[in-house]
């Protein structure tokens, strides 16, 4: 994948924009994981908004816990961590900004703000996001 | 005692990329002070002024420290320490 891009499956673009509709009005959140070192995001890890909320989200620290491990056990890294906005713009809020935690990974935010919960136009958007700086990326969209 | 901890990415400039490295103590407030005489810089990330911070997790084996004695939760030999920022946003 060339820096600055991320490259994704449709499946798995539609699997998330689905889970953000599932979700609705709370915001949804997973991870998409992938061998160390690959860039690629490969398994589809849907997780629960421990503070179900419209405009948090958070996973559960057991669940956080469980997640890593799995990670670990299958030479796999988080390379996508990806959440909703179920009424605002796909662009990271200050909340997002302040409390990425992950260096490495590609932050996808989509926004559901135009459907709500029902099937129809969605933005799909990807960030890095690096001691406070917010760069976005190109997303291209593997058939 | 001397036990294991797990580095979260994030940290791992502050531990020379290191991540898993051992510490001393038998309780988390002590691991972390031994911690931060290797690691500078490292303690302020993990606590403030009211303890250990809101969006940090650290788990002591299976179990967050926040369902057992927070920072005075009590470390034993074997035990081994895991380091992991909350995945949150708004």
Do not use: W
Not at chain 1, 1 to 24: T, Y
């Amino acid at each position: 994948m060339l820096f600055g891009m991320l490259e994704i499956q449709r499946s798995l673009v539609d699997a998330i924009v689905a889970h953000a509709r599932a979700d609705h009005p709370d915001e949804a959140c997973g991870v998409i994981a992938g061998p160390i070192g690959s860039d690629r995001p490969e398994r589809l890890i849907p997780m629960v908004n421990a503070v179900r909320c419209p405009t948090l989200y958070e996973f559960d620290s057991m669940d956080l816990l469980r997640l890593y491990r799995e990670m670990d056990d299958r030479d796999e890294v988080p390379v996508v961590i990806y959440h909703s906005h179920p009424a605002t713009q796909a662009y990271p809020s200050r909340t997002d900004i302040t409390q990425a935690s992950e260096p490495d990974a590609h932050y996808v935010v989509v926004s559901i703000r135009e459907t709500g919960p029902a099937e129809g136009p969605f933005e799909f958007r990807s960030f890095r996001i690096v001691d406070g700086e917010v760069t976005e990326e190109q997303v291209s969209i593997l058939e | 005692m001397t036990i294991e901890v797990r580095i979260p990415t994030i940290l791992r400039p502050l531990t020379s990329g290191e991540k898993l490295v051992s510490a001393q103590g038998a309780t988390l407030q002590e691991v972390v002070n031994d911690l931060e005489l290797n690691y500078p810089g490292i303690s302020e990330r993990l606590i403030d002024e009211s303890g250990l911070r809101r969006f940090i997790n650290i788990y002591v084996n299976d179990e967050d420290v926040r369902f057992l004695s927070g920072l005075q939760s009590a470390i034993g030999e074997n035990d081994s320490i895991t380091i992991l920022p909350a995945v949150a946003g708004g």
